[in-house]
Nanobody, 122 residues
Framework: QVVLVESGGRLVQPGDSLSLSCTYS????????VGWFRRAPGNERTFVAT????????WYAGSVEGRFTISRDNAKNTVTLQMNNLSPEDTAVYFC???????????????WGQGTQVTVSS
């Protein structure tokens, strides 16, 4: 059974940093990209960042470029999203997902986690 599990979401204040982790298991993900998406309250799920199997390329949504960094450790089956200078607009449920190709399009992602809540509020 393929499982992706996100962790690290919590309540933080504006300007804080937070690191989310995605751990995957259940099959070989050699060659697969892993991406992060988010769903803000009342909105559809949107692309945040993705990383190819070998660590490059990495792509980001414009709204997080320069503040978020995605990385991966294939030996540990883990992808990390480091989020800096968070703002209330970053409040959302964050999902990780795996795709056989590197893409910003969620249609390409075949396996999804359940999500982790990030709330940015003073």
């Amino acid at each position: 059974q393929v499982v992706l599990v996100e962790s690290g979401g919590r309540l933080v204040q504006p300007g804080d940093s937070l690191s989310l982790s995605c751990t995957y298991s259940g099959r070989s993900f050699n060659g697969w990209a892993v991406g992060w998406f988010r769903r803000a309250p009342g909105n559809e799920r949107t692309f945040v960042a993705t990383i190819a199997w070998r660590g490059r390329p990495t792509w980001y949504a414009g709204s997080v470029e320069g503040r978020f960094t995605i990385s991966r450790d294939n030996a540990k089956n883990t992808v990390t999203l480091q989020m800096n200078n968070l703002s209330p607009e970053d409040t959302a449920v964050y999902f990780c997902a795996a795709a056989p190709v590197t893409s910003r399009d969620e249609v390409q992602y075949r396996y999804w986690g359940q999500g982790t809540q990030v709330t940015v509020s003073s």
